[in-house]
């Protein structure tokens, strides 16, 4: 039955035969209509007496449906638009025989009523005919050949986020059914108005609105049905506008590749449907590929256990949020300082992973009795400190600030680690601390020297508390970096601006950062890694600003330098033309972890360290400005010294104070 169904007729037999059905209907149309109107036995008497009646309608309505072209629209794939036509063809097919007849004087035998009756029947038939053919055809097909959305081949395909209007996305649907081996597996549909949120489209459920993207993909995720890419359902034209730009900057933030097609290419009878899609693929915006996750090491390390994150409403902290419950801890505890962010990636958490134990904590990391008491009641086995402030022109203009967070908020924390007996501290570091200019850079280092004075001094320590550091570049898409400020220059017609013509920074999405932070974490606890080493992603070749701009603009259907300019502004204080990844004093080694370095650089002694984190900390209380950049400065830059032999700070805390009081 199947072969006999799929059997191809060639192109004059398929014509002949569609001619000879609508043929067929025509005639048929035509006696049932009197019929219905005068009865079969008047009816059938009426034929007799005008026996060229039948022949001239069927001729007529022949004629008629081949100059409008009915035989090349594919009853396969039949639809509103081919309904429509046919009514065009049978309004004109009956006008024309009413025409004729009233030109030849027959007409007074033919009651009024029976060409509405007939335009009816003939619609009814026609269009009944075509219909009937695609729920056939799509029996059969799915009876079979099972389509990607069969229940028995939910494993098939990439599973895919469908983006668009109902008509778009109900035409894909119809399209991805038909072939054999999609290479996609709709689980859900973002709908652009989002009026039928809540309803099903061709078994796909409509899941939310663009805007609800990160919300859409937790619940997924929840469900073990986590998208691996957005599909736009519309022609590539429609990739266009801010609200697309938004979408697509949401999209790489949750590591979904971006599927769209250049151009619906059509379908005939012998190939069927053709779908071409393309990817706006981040890795090659990167220029080279993600790494793959080790799923395992980390389940280890991280079910029934006891999380703490700090900076949980943050870029990173969020993803590490995301990332982490899928692992099934025993508890998690969601520290920020920022009351929204707080809320809102608790809300996420009670919404996608309602099952995970939980505790919201607004206390920021500079409050070292509060966060004191924070390890206290809930007894973490791990922490992931995310909590920095990044922003590299305020943190020039704000040290005290700087100090206070990310060099002694980051000893509170780990402080607070090792006293309360936390399996192991992960610190969240970045690029700019290597051989740092900006002042940012300069408090980032800092914290990564206590982290590893204090992992050092665990090394004959077995039960001690490890301290890992794991560095990486800019993340794509995080609050704060490159891509939400083009995006807002965007909106506004431009410019785009760039510091620098040849400036140049690594980049990651937040996904790959975050799975190879718990990697590197889950290596150093697993492997006993050497005490005092830090971490450092593999991020490729560092990529220039100015084409993340352009591809930027063209993403938003425009073209650089004509309808949006790119300024250059000049290197902001504290900024870098090139990023490193490696100090000049590391050792730069191989890890077993694939997309990950381990660095070996020299440490500074605790007690140096102690002596001057605590002459900072009096100058931050005071709000000296000059002391706080001066100390830290001092203390990297003396760093080859101390590394040989302990000098006390004393009389450089002396010295800071003789500066700013001149």
Partial sequence: MAAAFQYRFSAPSRTLLIYAIDGLIAGLSFIFAISLRVGSTRADAALAEHPLALPLFVAVAVATFALMRLHRRVWRYASTGDIFVVMKAATVAIAIFSGLLLAMGGEWWLPRSIPVIQWLLLVVMMGGARMTRRLVGEYFAGRFHPPALAADALDAGRPALLFGSSDDIEQLLRQLEQESHAS???????????????????????????????????????????????????????????????????????????????????????????????????????????????????????????????????????????????????????????????????????????????????????????????????????????????????????????????????????????????????????????????????????????????????????????????????????????????????????????????????????????????????RGLRDGVCHGRIFVLDMGEPIRIIEIARRMIRLAGLDPDVDVGIEIVGLRPGEKLFEELFDTEEERLPSSIPGVFEAEPQPIPMQALTEAFDILEEASNDSDDDACRFIAKDLLNRKATLVQSHVPMTNRANGAAHVHAN
């Fill in 184 to 522: 996609f597996r709709p689980v859900g549909i973002l709908e652009e108005t989002g009026k039928h949120v809540g309803a099903w489209l061709r078994g796909v459920p409509i899941v939310g609105r663009p805007a609800d993207l990160a919300q859409i993909v937790g619940r997924l995720s929840a469900d073990n049905k986590r998208p691996a890419c957005l599909m736009f359902a519309g022609a590539v034209e429609r990739l266009q506008g801010m609200a697309m730009v938004d979408l697509v900057s949401q999209a790489q933030m949750l590591d979904l590749d971006i599927a769209y097609r250049p151009g619906f290419t059509g379908f005939s009878p012998e190939q069927g449907v053709k779908l071409d899609f393309r990817f706006l693929n981040l890795a090659d915006l990167l220029g080279r590929p993600q790494a793959p996750l080790d799923g395992n090491a980390v389940v280890s390390m991280i079910a029934g256990r006891r999380v703490l994150i700090t900076g949980a409403g943050g870029t990173i902290g969020r993803e590490l949020t995301r990332q982490i419950a899928a692992f099934a801890p025993a508890h998690m505890v969601l520290l920020d300082a920022n009351e929204f962010n707080l809320y809102e990636v608790d809300l996420e958490m009670r919404e996608n992973h309602p099952q995970i134990d939980r505790t919201p904590v607004l206390c920021s990391i500079r409050q070292r009795k509060q966060l004191m008491q924070v390890f206290a009641e809930q007894r973490p086995e791990l922490v992931f400190h995310a909590a920095a402030l990044k922003h590299v022109p305020l943190v020039e203009t704000h040290p005290v600030a700087a100090i206070q967070t990310n060099v002694l908020g980051t000893r509170n924390v780990a402080d607070a680690a090792r006293r309360y007996g936390a399996r192991a501290m992960v610190q969240v570091s970045t690029d700019k601390a290597v051989n740092p200019v900006g002042f940012m850079g300069v408090t980032k280092r800092l914290g990564e020297l206590y982290c590893q004075a204090l992992d050092l001094e665990g090394r004959n320590d077995p039960d001690a508390s490890r301290f890992i550091t794991v560095r990486f570049g800019n993340v794509l898409g995080s609050s704060g970096s490159l891509i939400p400020l083009f995006q807002r220059q965007l909106s506004k017609g431009g410019p785009l601006t760039v510091t620098h013509e040849e400036i140049e920074r690594f980049f990651m999405t937040v996904h790959e950062a975050v799975q190879l932070i718990l990697q590197s974490a889950s």
